[in-house]
C-alpha cells in the first residue's frame, strides 16, 4: 500500500500538467472503444468475467453507461489514467468509516494495472490497450457497486425479511458517474450517496471510536460471581471499573480504593444499564454482567450491521414521522428531526415477530372491535373452546361465517366445537369494543399488507418487563391516549375521553397522513451521542451478519 501511495502521489503531480481533458477521442481511445465494445456484447447481461484474477460483475447499468458514451474509457485519456481514478482509489480504501468492507472490492487489481500503466509510460514502452480496457472495467465496476452499498446496502434486505421489498429501488448510477466523470467529483458524489440521517452519522462516529478502543485491545472479561454494589470489595471490582472506563460510562478520577465499589461506580453502572436496556438499579447481577462482556468485536460488528439497516431506508422520512423500535420496544414520535414524544411497546413475539416496513397512518379508530386473524383463531382460542365450550361468550366474541351480503352471525352455542380443527374451520371471530378487547380504546390505523398497526391494551402491566415479545405482529403502546392528542391537534384529551365514552366504533382521520416506520435497531445513537444497544431479540443481526460474511450484491 506503501508502495501505490507513493505512485498515487506522483501521478497527481504528472496529471496536473498534462494538457485538460480532450472531449474529442484519440486513435488510442478508439481502439479502447472497439474492444470494449466486443468485449460486453460478447458476454451479454448479466455475467461474471475474470479480468486478470478480480471477477468482474457485467450488469444491465454497466452495460448502459459504456453503451451511452460510444464504448469509449471512463477513466483514462489517450492512455494517460484520469485523476478520478485515484480519487476513486482513494475513496473506496477508506470504506471501513462507512462501516463496509474495502476488500469487496477489486483494489488489489486496479492498483497493479496503475502500477503497470505508469510503469510502462515512464519506461517509454508502447501502452497495452488491453490493460486499459481492463482498468477501465474494474473502476467502473468498482464505482457502481461501492455508490449502490452506500446508497441503499450491501444484501437486498428482502433476503432477510421480504417485507423490506417495499424500499428496493433503481438508482441511475450510470448517469451519476457520467456526470462524476465530467466534474471531477468522484470524492464529493460519493460523500452525497451515504445516508443523511443523524442517526446514520451516530453510528459512524460510533463505530470510529469503538475501533479505537479495539485498538487499545479492547476491555477485560469480569469473572461471574456474586451480585456487585455499593459497598463490594474484591479483584473483580477492579475489572469492572477498566470496562466502564473503556466505554467512557465512568469519567476517570482516581478512585479511593481501585478495588471497592464506590458511589462514582454505581452512578457509572446506572449509565450502563440505561444503554443497554437493563434494569437501572445500579447492580451487577447476571444480565448486567452478560452485557458487561459483550467483546468490542461484537459491538463493532452491531454498530456495522444497523449503519446497513439506515441504507435500506428512504432519504425522506417525512417531516413528522414516527419510529417504532422493535428490538428496544419503544415508539417515538419525531417531528423536524427532534423527538416529541416516546413511549414503551409491546412487540410480536419472536415466531410472530413485528415486521420492518414503513405506512401512512391515516385515522384512528375508538372503541374498535377486533377482527380476530384466523391463525390465532384456529391456534389459541380453538384449542381453548376444546376445554371450555363456553369460553366465546364469556369473552364477547362473536362467530361469523360468509362475508358481505352472505355473512350470518352463527350461535356458538349450536356448534360442537369437539368436532372442528383447524383444517375445517370455517368461521371468523370478532369481539365487540368492552373491557376485554385486546385493542383497548383505540388502534391507529396504516395500512399495510401485513394487517399491523398500533393499538391500546387491557394488559398494561407488561410495558413493565424488560423485554416484551407478547404480541401476534401487533404493536401496542403504553400511551394511547397521548399519541391520540398529538395526532389530532384538533380535539382535547375530554373531547377524545367522551367519544369513548359512547362505547361506539368511531373512526377518526388524521389532518394529514403520519409516516411510520416499523424498524428493528439493535444499536443507535441518541441526539446527545450517547451510544445504545439492544439484545437480538428475534436473531436479525445473526442472520445478516452471516449473509454480508457471503459477500455484497452487485446492483
Known amino acids: 500500500m506503501l508502495r501505490f501511495t507513493l505512485i498515487f502521489t ?14 474529442t477521442a484519440s486513435a488510442s481511445d478508439e481502439t479502447a472503444a472497439g474492444l470494449l465494445s466486443n468485449r460486453l456484447e460478447a458476454v451479454g447481461t448479466p455475467a461474471t468475467i475474470n479480468v486478470r484474477g478480480e471477477r468482474i460483475r457485467i450488469t444491465g447499468m454497466l452495460q448502459r453507461f459504456y453503451e451511452n458514451r460510444g464504448y469509449l474509457p471512463a477513466w ?42 505508469l510503469g510502462d509510460r515512464a519506461e517509454g514502452s508502447p501502452l497495452e490497450t488491453a490493460a486499459l480496457v481492463d482498468l477501465d472495467l474494474m473502476l467502473t465496476g468498482t464505482f457502481l457497486n461501492y455508490g449502490y452499498h452506500l446508497l441503499a446496502g450491501r444484501i437486498y434486505p428482502e433476503i432477510i425479511e421480504g417485507e423490506w421489498s417495499d424500499y428496493i429501488w433503481e438508482a441511475e448510477l450510470d448517469r451519476l458517474l457520467q456526470k462524476t466523470i465530467d466534474t471531477d467529483s468522484v470524492e464529493e458524489t460519493l460523500k452525497r450517496l ?62 479511593a480504593a481501585e478495588d471497592l465499589f464506590d458511589d462514582a461506580l454505581e452512578q457509572a453502572v446506572l449509565r450502563f444499564q440505561l444503554r443497554h436496556g437493563l434494569v437501572p438499579d445500579g447492580v451487577v447481577g447476571p444480565r448486567t454482567l452478560r452485557a458487561l462482556n459483550v467483546p468490542v468485536e461484537t459491538r463493532l460488528g452491531q454498530l456495522e450491521l444497523n449503519m446497513e439497516r439506515w441504507r435500506w431506508l428512504p432519504a425522506d422520512l417525512g417531516k413528522r414521522h414516527i419510529f417504532v423500535n422493535t428490538a428496544a420496544f419503544e415508539l417515538t414520535v419525531i417531528e423536524y428531526g427532534q423527538p416529541e414524544l416516546k413511549m414503551r411497546i409491546v412487540a410480536g413475539k419472536p415466531y410472530w415477530h413485528t415486521p420492518s416496513f414503513s405506512a401512512r397512518m391515516t385515522h384512528l379508530v375508538l372503541n374498535p372491535s377486533w377482527n380476530v386473524p384466523r391463525s390465532i383463531a384456529v391456534e389459541d382460542i380453538l384449542p381453548r373452546l376444546h376445554e371450555d365450550p363456553d369460553y366465546l361468550a364469556t369473552q364477547g366474541y ?7 351480503e352472505r355473512m350470518e352471525e352463527v350461535d356458538p352455542n349450536a356448534i360442537d366445537w369437539s368436532g372442528v380443527t383447524e383444517e ?11 373491557p376485554l378487547n385486546p385493542l383497548g380504546r383505540m388502534k391507529f390505523m396504516f395500512p399495510n399488507r401485513f394487517n399491523v398497526y398500533l393499538h391500546d391494551t387491557p394488559s398494561k402491566g407488561l410495558f413493565e418487563q424488560q423485554v416484551r415479545t407478547f404480541s401476534h405482529g401487533c404493536i401496542r403502546i403504553e400511551k394511547p ?30 389532518p394529514e397522513p403520519v ?40 446492483p
Request: charged fraction near 25%; hydrophobic fraction near 40%.
Open 398 to 404: 362473536n362467530v361469523l361465517r360468509g362475508w358481505g
Open 424 to 434: 375445517n374451520f370455517n368461521f371468523r371471530l370478532q369481539q365487540g369494543p368492552g
Open 76 to 117: 483514462s485519456n489517450s492512455g494517460r489514467p484520469l485523476e478520478q481514478a485515484y480519487s476513486l482509489v482513494e475513496a473506496v480504501t477508506k470504506a471501513d468509516e462507512e462501516g463496509l468492507r474495502p476488500g469487496d472490492y477489486p483494489l488489489a487489481g486496479i492498483e497493479a494495472l496503475l502500477e503497470t500503466v
Open 194 to 255: 451515504v445516508p443523511p440521517h443523524e442517526g446514520y452519522r451516530g453510528l459512524r462516529d460510533a463505530l470510529a471510536q469503538y475501533r479505537d478502543i479495539a485498538a487499545e485491545g479492547g476491555w477485560p472479561e469480569v469473572p461471574e460471581g456474586p451480585n456487585m454494589s455499593t459497598g463490594y470489595g474484591g479483584g473483580r471490582v477492579g475489572l469492572l471499573r477498566e470496562v466502564l472506563l473503556a466505554m467512557g460510562d465512568l469519567p476517570y478520577e482516581p478512585p
Open 515 to 554: 409516516t411510520v416506520h416499523s424498524l428493528y435497531w439493535t444499536a443507535w445513537a441518541e441526539g446527545d451521542g450517547t451510544l445504545q444497544f439492544r439484545d437480538d431479540v428475534y436473531g436479525r443481526d445473526e442472520i445478516l451478519l452471516e449473509i454480508l460474511n457471503e459477500g455484497p450484491v452487485t
Open 10 to 23: 506522483a501521478a497527481l503531480v504528472f496529471i496536473h500538467f498534462i494538457a485538460p481533458f480532450e472531449r
Open 481 to 510: 391516549l397521548e399519541l391520540a392528542e398529538y395526532l389530532l391537534p384538533g380535539l382535547t384529551r375530554e373531547d377524545l375521553l367522551g367519544l369513548i365514552e359512547e362505547g361506539q366504533q368511531f373512526d377518526v382521520p388524521l
